[in-house]
């Protein structure tokens, strides 16, 4: 009886495997059905809208407003942010890796070229250092620092707070420490 059991469970394996392989396959095909359906359904609404005039009962003008794909009463990711910062706003990263290249602002440390603080400026603080303005990127940027990090979220980074930095920062890569100050 053993024999017949082992050889059992050998058939019954190749069959589950058979039916999963089905089951993957049209669990597939069936997504995709339904992902047309919603397209085709979205560029209807958009028609619909379009040779109506645009009534708000009919999704014209009023759900034009709405970002596609987001439920009504769903709370967004941007919902726990601070409002003064723009959603996705961070500083480039140093283009050049040499380390001579490389300066940082007096005031938040912020790490970047000459070249990019002259076209960009200071995201963290634009009044001290414009865009575009060559003379405030000389007297208020510094190659005399030491130790690099990089801060990805400013709300939660341990590393932000370790290193002393303002919590309104923007993310990109910091100096540990400048060794020069404001000139008054």
């Known amino acids: ?74 709370p967004t990711r941007d919902a726990n942010k601070p409002k003064g910062l723009p959603r996705f706003i961070a500083a480039n990263p ?33 009044s001290l250092i414009p865009k575009g303005s060559q003379e405030e990127v000389e007297e208020y940027t510094s190659k005399k620092f030491d130790g690099i990090i990089s801060v990805v979220d400013p709300d939660d980074s341990w590393a932000r707070k370790w290193v002393r930095l303002n919590k309104q920062i923007v993310p990109g890569v910091y100096a540990m420490r400048c060794r020069e100050f404001l000139r008054q």
């Open 1 to 74: 009886m053993s024999g017949e059991d082992v050889g059992d469970l050998k058939r019954v394996d190749k069959e589950t495997e058979k039916g999963i392989d089905e089951l993957l396959e049209s669990g597939s095909d069936e997504e995709t059905d339904q992902e047309k359906g919603v397209r085709a359904g979205e560029g209807e609404n958009l028609e619909k809208g379009g040779e109506e005039g645009g009534n708000p009962g009919q999704g014209g003008e009023g759900d034009a407003a709405a970002a596609p794909g987001e439920e009504e009463g769903r």
């Open 94 to 126: 140093p283009n050049a890796l040499e380390r001579k290249l490389q300066v940082c602002c007096i005031r938040c440390r912020l790490i970047k070229t000459k070249a990019q603080f002259y076209e960009v400026g200071c995201e963290n603080c634009p």
